[in-house]
């Protein structure tokens, strides 16, 4: 490493130390704490008491697509993300603003968080584990590769904090977001269905299988048809630990911001 | 003896339905003749026209019309359509009169339009200031008439209005200042010379009041608050200066007696809506049915479902009235299918409680005692770590109208079986700004339901149960021609069979019915009508 690199590398280190300490007496003193009372009561249902993520996103990155800035983050918790799961905030804009500090401490706490894995590593358990028949990753602005029965993977890595792609790829069952719940569908002349629940309401169902395939269904022709409690993802948990890190060191590196 | 009447004039609207007549006096229908108070009071004899929010005082939500019945509801289909083009939730329940539609287009537009063909006759435009504050959406939910006046109370605030032959804008009265969180929703009611209006705001730290207001002139004739503030009898119902914040709007219509020229009108949840701490007490009248005098403006009576709520548990659903033998005694009842998921029976002349019994799926109560009060379950208060109680905030049914038909004597209520997680906060009361000391957020892993439930009312047993895939937003119609008219959040507008619940006609309307349905006639032929998303469709048999 150069004299100049060298320095580089302090400053940078430095002002990172030092923006953690500020982050951490913040969050320490009487409106931080006051921030995470908020936090506490209305974000952690779906972020995580830590900010872990959840149904939520971890927020522990502290990088955020849609806020850069504070002002930001502020105006993303007022009004919601339109088309997913986080509503609109009815908090007053003084506690919002509590709120963001506390946001932003969390960011810190986790920016440190590194996987212990080999991202490489796991690409290759990602490719040989057979996970992109479901899932897709789009790479370098190209075209997205892979199946769409599982979440595109894109971002998950800023999505979601270590202990969240343990979790959801050992016990995929405890936690199913509501756009991939599995569901099966039996017909009159005893055909089976199984596979993602696309579109339902009182008289119809529509599913896309493990093939990909479309089904619609008028329930009036279904024997019987039930959503599944399980996750149509099976578990990983039988990976080798040093293949498990790898891939979850792989999927932690996915973070395309643009998604 | 109201009820005989009621029955009797049901009868004469079910055989003057039977042809769906048209309008004997005036059979040009861009003319509609001026709606005295006499034709509103028996608005029951004109099937053919809707000429109030929930089609008569009594709040029936109920059509005598029976052209379309459980032989033909099959045959229903689209006849024409009017999309409204806004951005904003359709709520809208219109007014019909003589071949007329008087609809309004949220946030606070007025549109005529000729009912037999969707052709649109006149429209009226209002201009919102640019900070508009409402809780759920600017929203309006429909008009009221008399004479060839309209009345619409806007979502700023203010009441107005309109020449129905033009839509020109004739008087103008600040309700309240819209910039604290005040503001207007819902179809003002026609009592005699006064327009009864309610309003919102309870979000807001909002104090909820009743007010009438002259339909000549626009003029406030008396205005009843309803938190019970220094004066009232029950003032000692809210520690400190809490009932100056308190809540308990009226956002929803009431339900009106002209003998007994009683209004009857719900009231909204105590502010703030989750943490109690800051208001304690009974909080009257908040989460109340209040029965005032429409000469003076006087609390007649008051009975408080919900007392000292801390779950959102507003009582603002439209009361529903009708006579019958109760008990070996002859009364005149009023029912109310509330959001805290009991449905309840009062005596309307004096607000004796007489019964109640839930209805949805609810935890926070163990029972309801013999006057009425509540018997609360532990471990139903929100704190900060959350409690999971059912039913949800937004309750074991809504805003949306029930319907009562003299028919089947069944109240049809859209039931919401749904739970919630709810958490304190502080928050500080600030002009204008949420006031809700706390949150609800929905429980992880439940897919909430919800129903169509008929409800006898004098025992408040239900007697059939028509399941839906989620908890539904839309009102209920019933009919003469023994169907109940219902809608999904999934876009499907059906018909059920009043007696059995059986599913006998859907449609896929293409968005969310957040709307309440109901039925006229135009020139001798039926029409039922909902709004799905901005788009008002009517349904009527083929030619």
């Known amino acids: 490493m150069t004299v100049v690199g060298w320095w580089r590398q302090a400053v940078t280190t430095r002002r990172m130390v030092l923006w953690l300490w500020a982050a951490v007496a913040l969050a320490q003193s009487p409106a931080g704490q006051q921030g995470r009372q908020f936090y506490l009561g209305h974000c952690a249902h779906c972020h995580g008491p830590d900010g872990e993520g959840g149904r939520g996103i971890n927020l522990t990155t502290g990088q955020y697509r849609l806020s850069r800035t504070d002002d930001d983050l502020l105006r993303v918790i007022q009004t919601g993300v339109p088309g997913t799961e986080m509503p609109p905030s009815r908090l007053p804009v003084a506690d919002i603003r509590l709120l963001v500090t506390w946001v932003r401490s969390l960011g810190a706490a986790g920016a440190l968080e590194k996987a212990t894995g080999d991202a490489a590593a796991g690409a290759l358990v990602y490719r040989n584990t057979g996970c992109a028949r479901c899932h897709s990753i789009q790479v370098n602005g190209g075209q997205a590769k892979g199946g769409s029965l599982g979440p595109p993977l894109d971002s998950i890595g800023l999505r979601r904090s270590l202990k969240f792609l343990r979790d959801a790829l050992v016990t995929p069952d405890a936690y199913i977001a509501r756009e991939y719940v599995g569901t099966t569908a039996q017909t009159k002349a005893g055909q089976l269905f199984r596979g993602l629940r696309l579109n339902e309401d009182d008289y119809s169902l529509q599913l896309r299988d493990a093939d990909e395939r479309l089904h619609s269904f008028r329930k009036s022709s279904l024997a019987e048809y039930q959503r599944l409690d399980s996750s149509l993802m099976p578990s990983y948990g039988k990976l080798s630990p040093t293949d498990l890190n790898n891939l979850i060191a792989y999927l932690s590196s996915l973070r395309a911001a643009n998604k | ?543």
Request: proline share 7%; net charge neutral.
């Open chain 2, 1 to 543: 003896m109201q009820f005989l009447k009621l029955t009797l004039l049901a009868l004469c609207a079910t055989t003057l339905a039977a042809q769906v007549a048209p309008n004997p006096v005036n059979p040009n229908p861009v003319t509609p003749n001026p709606v005295t108070f006499d034709r509103l009071v028996a608005a029951d004899r004109e099937p053919q026209n809707w000429l109030t929010y929930s089609g008569n005082f009594a709040a029936h939500q109920h059509s005598s019309l029976n052209q379309i019945n459980a032989s033909t509801v099959g045959r229903l289909q689209p006849r024409w359509m009017y999309q409204m083009r806004t951005t904003h939730k359709g709520e809208s329940t219109p007014l019909v009169v003589d071949g007329i539609m008087y609809l309004t287009r949220s946030p606070n537009d007025v549109i005529a339009l000729d009912a037999a063909t969707g052709r649109k006759l006149w429209q009226f435009d209002y201009k919102l200031p640019p900070k508009v504050i409402v809780c759920c959406g600017q929203v309006n939910r429909g008009l009221a008439i008399l004479g060839d006046r309209l009345f619409m109370s806007t979502v700023d605030a203010y009441v107005l209005a309109l020449d129905a032959r033009s839509g020109r804008l004739l008087w103008k009265t600040r309700m309240a200042n819209y910039l604290e969180g005040y503001g207007s929703t819902s179809a003002p009611i026609v009592a005699r010379d006064k327009i009864i209006v309610g309003m919102a705001g309870g979000e807001y730290g909002a104090r909820g009041f009743i007010d009438a207001y002259d339909t000549a002139t626009g003029k406030l004739a008396w205005r009843f608050y309803t938190t019970a503030g220094p004066g009232d009898p029950n003032a000692a119902s809210w520690s400190g200066d809490s009932w100056k914040t308190g809540g308990a709007t009226t956002w929803v219509t009431g339900a009106y007696d002209p003998d007994l020229n009683l209004v009857y009108w719900g009231t909204g949840n105590p502010g703030p809506d989750y943490n109690g701490d800051v208001r304690k007490g009974d909080n009257l009248y908040s989460d109340s049915v209040v029965a005032l005098d429409v000469r003076t403006g006087e609390r007649k009576w008051h009975f408080q479902f919900t007392p000292h709520d801390v779950l959102d548990y507003d009582a603002t659903e439209t009361p529903v009235l009708f006579d019958a033998e109760y008990r070996g005694r002859q009364r005149k009842l009023l029912m109310h299918a509330n959001r805290n998921a009991f449905f309840y029976l009062l005596d309307r002349e004096t607000g004796e409680f007489l019964l109640a019994r839930p209805f949805a799926k609810q935890t926070w109560a163990k029972d309801i005692d013999a006057k009425g009060r509540p018997v609360r379950n532990p471990g139903t208060t929100p704190t900060e770590a959350g409690v999971a109680v059912w039913p949800a905030a937004t309750g074991g049914t809504n805003w949306f109208a029930p319907s009562f038909s003299p028919q089947s004597k069944l109240l049809y209520v859209a039931a919401r079986d749904e739970g919630e997680i709810f958490y304190t906060a502080t928050s500080p009361y600030r002009p204008g700004d949420y006031f809700l000391g706390g949150e609800h957020k929905p429980v992880r892993g439940e897919f909430p339901t919800g129903a169509i439930r008929a409800i006898s009312p004098l025992t408040g047993e239900i007697v059939w149960d028509h399941k839906l895939l989620t908890p539904p937003w839309a009102g209920v119609l019933s009919t003469a021609g023994g169907l109940v008219f219902g809608g999904t959040n999934e876009g499907n507008f059906f018909a059920l069979d009043a007696a059995t619940g059986k599913d006998l006609w859907h449609f896929q309307t293409g968005d969310k019915i957040i709307a309440n349905p109901i039925s006229f006639g135009v020139e001798g032929k039926q029409y039922i009508s909902i709004i799905s998303g901005d788009v008002l469709i009517v349904f009527g048999l083929p030619e």
